[in-house]
């Protein structure tokens, strides 16, 4: 991903030091341009066995990635703009079906609790992202696993390609049709 300012760094700097004692590991994949100030942060406040900057990779081991996480998260910063609009890593991580993490306002985490694939909360709200982190943390395999299939599930109801042309096709048939 990315490790820009629109991810709120700040806010996720503050949610690996509350849970610095709560084992609990935020591990980061991306690179960009705060990166060396997230780096910074995480000596800074003694940060290197709770949250890890593992670079970038290509695209097509991010599976493999993927695969090894309790849960994946996605933030993004307070904004208006932002918030309405989903970010594309919702997807991914929708059909990938793991649980999600997400702190982000408007149509992210709408899509996020909607979809029964994880917890939501605000732009910026530490405090949750780690009370949600923790429930996570405590629940069972199987409900875990139930979160990822109701994000898989949900992909495929609403952002699945053919299920979009399909849906396409059903509105240019209407417009067609009320127009002859």
């Known amino acids: 991903g990315n490790i820009g300012k629109a991810q709120d760094f700040k806010s996720i700097i503050k949610v690996a030091e ?7 590991n935020w591990i980061i994949i991306g690179s960009g341009r705060n ?4 780096k910074d942060q995480i000596k800074e406040k003694k940060l290197e066995n709770t949250i890890y900057l593992l670079g ?5 081991a991010m599976p493999n ?6 849960a994946l998260l996605i933030s993004l910063k307070k904004s208006k703009i932002l918030s309405l609009t989903a970010p594309g890593k919702i997807q991914s991580y929708l059909a990938f079906g793991k649980p999600i993490l997400s702190m982000m306002d408007g149509e992210g985490s709408r899509i996020v609790m909607e979809s ?3 917890f939501a909360a605000s732009s910026g709200d ?7 982190a923790l429930k996570m943390k405590g629940m069972q395999r ?6 990822g299939y109701n994000g898989k599930k949900y992909y495929e109801m609403n952002f699945e390609r053919k299920f979009l042309i399909n849906k396409l096709i ?5 417009i067609k049709s009320s127009q002859s």
Do not use: C, H, R
């Open 65 to 70: 990635m993927y695969s090894n996480a309790d």
């Open 35 to 38: 990166e060396e100030w997230v």
């Open 142 to 147: 199987n409900e875990l696993k139930k979160m």
């Open 18 to 24: 509350m849970s610095k004692d709560k084992n609990i």
């Open 116 to 118: 029964k694939a994880g």
């Open 56 to 60: 970038k990779y290509p695209l097509d």
């Open 126 to 132: 530490s405090k949750t992202l780690l009370d949600n």
């Open 170 to 174: 059903k509105i240019f048939s209407t």
